[in-house]
């Protein structure tokens, strides 16, 4: 894989580099992305009926049971290359922050120590009604009901038309307004106001970096853009940015 020299400068010179990820930074340790034909769960089920405030009130045994099983799905996989070069990236620049829209933890579980969720976390729960979290539910109850309050449970993720986490966001705005170099990787940048985080580091004039096997309209924002699988190119980058330290 060839690079652009003056990119490999760029990330040399970097003190603070934020990744931005999406679904397809976990495509490579087997869970679907939302997007993609044939493959993306919203090929398969319709985000009207699973994804929203509205779905979960009308029929929560529905939306909880589809949740338990990506629950499983995420349990039985592991990180992958590009998960594990983003960690290897902390040992060769300052600061490294990873934004993610991913709620599948992986990021964590691959050893990333600065992690912000934009969309929550699959494995956390709360409370539909009074809001709050829920560290232990009942196994026997489908959806399982708040302790506090008697209120349905429902998982810790951003459905549409709901306000993203008030501090994850904050602190992606930070984050963004500090970095050097700001990496895209993985997403259709289709879902706001997350894709918002990206143009606004192009308007800010970082470098901003894009990885995907796809095009998106990202492309066109992006000073460089790497055609591929995440858990091809971001190891082959750390290679030809860092020889000897990577
Ligand atoms: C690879 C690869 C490999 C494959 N390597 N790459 C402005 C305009 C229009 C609409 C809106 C707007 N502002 C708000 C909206 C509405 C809505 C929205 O954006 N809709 C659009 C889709 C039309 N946004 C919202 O509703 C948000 N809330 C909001 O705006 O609230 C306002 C508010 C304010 C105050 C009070 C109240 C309300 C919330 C959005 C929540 C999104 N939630 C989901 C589900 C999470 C839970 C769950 O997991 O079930 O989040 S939807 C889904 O999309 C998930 C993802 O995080 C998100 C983004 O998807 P992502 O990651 O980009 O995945 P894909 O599949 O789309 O793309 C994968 C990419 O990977 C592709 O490009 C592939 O090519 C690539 N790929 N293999 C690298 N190996």
Redesign the pocket.
């Known amino acids: 894989m060839h690079f652009d020299p003056e990119l490999l400068e760029k990330l040399r010179a970097a003190r603070r580099i934020t990744i931005f990820?999406?679904?397809?930074?976990s495509?490579?340790s087997g869970i679907p992305?939302?997007?993609?034909a044939q493959t993306?769960?919203?090929a398969q089920f319709r985000?009207e009926d699973?994804?929203t405030p509205e779905a979960f009130r009308r029929d929560p045994v529905t939306v909880w049971n589809w949740?338990a099983w990506?629950r499983k799905l995420i349990r039985d996989v592991l990180p992958n290359p590009?998960h594990l070069a983003i960690v290897q990236l902390e040992r060769l620049v300052e600061h490294v922050i990873v934004i993610t829209?991913?709620?599948d933890g992986l990021h964590q579980r691959a050893g990333s120590s600065d992690v912000i969720e934009?969309?929550?976390n699959?494995l956390d729960n709360l409370c539909s009604e009074c809001r709050r979290s829920v560290a232990e539910i009942k196994d026997d109850e489908v959806p399982p009901t708040c302790p506090y309050c008697g209120g349905l449970v429902r998982?810790g993720?951003?459905?549409?038309?709901?306000?993203?986490p008030a501090q994850a966001w904050e602190r992606a705005a930070e984050a963004m307004d500090a970095t050097d170099v700001f990496f895209c990787?993985?997403?259709?940048?289709?879902?706001?106001?997350?894709?918002s985080l990206p143009r606004h580091a192009r308007a800010c004039g970082k470098t901003v970096i894009q990885?995907?096997?796809?095009v998106?309209s990202h492309d066109e924002i992006a000073q460089y853009v790497l055609r591929?699988?995440?858990?091809?190119?971001l190891p082959a980058l750390l290679r030809a940015a860092w020889p000897s330290g990577s």
């Open positions: 990820t999406g679904a397809g930074v495509a490579e992305t939302f997007r993609d993306g769960l919203w985000a699973l994804a949740y990506r590009a829209q991913n709620v934009l969309h929550g699959l998982p993720v951003v459905w549409f038309g709901e306000a993203l990787v993985g997403t259709s940048s289709l879902v706001e106001p997350a894709a990885i995907n096997p796809e998106t591929g699988k995440a858990g091809e190119v």
